[in-house]
């Protein structure tokens, strides 16, 4: 079966600082991967999909960028956080059929 | 742009009673899921919604799509406290699994 890992859990980091938000997939191969963000209390914002190594779209412009170095990881980065960066981070990753969506556990992350 | 919408936004109601939960979106798309969120948590895949005039069901929640009107439905029958959630739609406005766009989410509460 397919299983999907996050981590960090959670993460305290100042404004400024750099960010890297690791996902890997296992049981499955070439997966399409997405990282959303959620604001507290408010729905699921797409970041970035990706549906190959090395092939990333971004849906917003943002501070955050990705990246796909193996078929089963998908990075979150940031070069300097943001206030504006906490939220709820969430990996996901999809077949090419049913397209149906299965999420990570997150990663919460707050700017201090 | 593309709406998602979902009503109501907050929803309270009573062990045993009966209730349903509107998606509205604003473009053409023939994918809908719905995803169960718990407090501090992942979101859950629910049911995944691929034709016009879908109908899924588990348990006491049942889930249908009308493309035509743009419009999924989760209906709830006799609830329980364990149905406490918030429930999510998502449209794959690109039909090939690499746009969903989420709605705000509806907040359940179902009081003893």
């Known amino acids: 079966s397919q299983t999907i890992h996050q981590w960090p859990a959670t993460l305290v980091q100042p404004v400024g600082s750099p960010l890297s938000l690791e996902c890997t997939v296992e049981g499955t191969s070439n997966p399409n991967l997405y990282w959303y963000r959620q604001a507290a209390g408010r729905g699921l914002q797409l970041l970035f999909y990706s549906v190959g190594i090395g092939q990333i779209s971004s849906e917003v412009p943002q501070n955050l960028s990705a990246s796909r170095p193996q078929d089963r990881q998908f990075i979150l980065s940031s070069k300097k956080l943001l206030l504006s960066d906490s939220g709820f981070y969430l990996c996901a990753w999809s077949d090419g059929t049913v397209y149906e969506q299965y999420f990570g556990p997150g990663t919460r992350l707050t700017v201090t | 742009e593309l709406k998602v919408e979902q009503n109501p936004l907050f929803l309270s109601m009573q062990e045993g009673k009966n209730y349903t939960i509107y998606c509205n979106y604003s473009?053409?798309?023939?994918?809908l899921y719905w995803y169960r969120q718990d407090p501090g948590k992942s979101l859950e895949s629910l049911f995944v919604l691929l034709s016009n005039g879908a109908v899924k069901q588990e348990g006491r929640l049942m889930a249908s799509l009308d493309t035509k009107a743009r419009l999924s439905t989760l209906h709830i029958t006799a609830a329980v406290h364990d149905l406490s959630a918030t429930y999510f739609c998502?449209?794959?406005?690109?039909?090939?699994?690499?746009?969903?766009?989420f709605g705000p989410g509806t907040r359940l509460s179902v009081l003893p």
């Open positions: 473009t053409t798309s023939d994918r």
């Open positions: 998502a449209v794959d406005i690109a039909n090939y699994g690499q746009n969903f766009v």
